[in-house]
């Protein structure tokens, strides 16, 4: 089994490719990040696991496009799709930049779209496959300051649901898992130190109408990864068209 990853330089990418390694199965890590892909690599190849770096602008359909046909080359069929690759830049609504809009919608939707039928339109002759977008929870809830990140990941959960109802006639599955707060250095870019970015996402912040974490606790990468391999494996044969929240309960249910 090949499985391809995007966003697998760091956080909840690296996390996803290191689980999918340990279950036995050939990564294909992608990411622009070309140092930190291959340092990736480095640790998941001497830890014994099959894994392939390719550094990618997923923003790009041509780049896409060759890189998808270069993993299949060298690591054989791709069974597993997760988009994990995601940017967030904040801010409000009415004055954020094109610059900015267009950096995170160029990532977290059409990155989404390319990798997604790059890699789906090899899937659908073969009749089967499983893709795991994904997306947050402020795809669910409004976000002050995350305007563009929340209408990207909720048009990302979108299409790829879309996606999932256009395949499930050739054995394709494709589901979405939404994150709330996950300890990566996204979550840490927010603040002017790490913990205070956890404090601030358990306790919540009233004036920005956001809720706190009932369970108390800050995902980890891992926690995301676990519940993206579950949806690729063949325990969730029967689901598809679904997004799964892990949010510690943030969301509150949404």
């Not at 690599?41 to 602008?57: I, S």
């Not at 579950?230 to 929240?245: D, G, P, R, W």
Request: hydrophobic share 50%.
């Amino acid at each position: 089994m090949v499985a391809l990853v995007t966003g697998a330089a760091g956080g909840i990418g690296a996390a996803i490719a290191r689980t999918l390694g340990e279950e036995g199965i050939a990564v294909a890590a992608l990411d622009r990040d070309e140092a930190g892909l291959r340092e990736l690599a480095g640790k998941l190849e001497a830890d014994g696991l099959r894994v392939a770096a390719f550094p990618v602008d997923v923003a790009s359909s041509a780049q896409v496009e060759a890189v998808v046909e270069a993993a299949e080359r060298l690591l054989g069929p791709v069974t597993k799709l997760v988009n994990a690759a995601g940017v967030l830049r904040t801010g409000r609504a009415v004055t954020m930049s094109d610059a900015d809009w267009a950096a995170t919608f160029g990532v977290n939707v059409d990155g989404v779209f390319h990798v997604s039928r790059a890699v789906v339109s090899r899937m659908v002759p073969r009749r089967a496959g499983a893709v795991v977008t994904v997306a947050s929870n402020a795809a669910l809830v409004a976000r002050a300051d995350m305007a563009a990140y929340a209408a990207s990941k909720a048009a990302a959960t979108a299409f790829t649901k879309s996606l999932g109802l256009e395949v499930a006639g050739y054995g394709i599955r494709c589901n979405v898992v939404t994150p709330g707060s996950v300890d990566t250095p996204m979550l840490s870019a927010l603040w002017s130190d790490h913990g205070r970015a956890l404090r601030s996402s358990i306790e919540g912040k009233p004036r920005a109408y956001r809720t706190g974490i009932p369970l108390g606790k800050v995902a980890s990468p891992a926690d995301i990864a676990h519940t993206v391999a579950f949806l690729l494996s063949e325990k969730a044969s029967h689901i598809t068209l679904q997004h799964l929240t892990v949010d510690g309960g943030a969301a509150l249910g949404a």
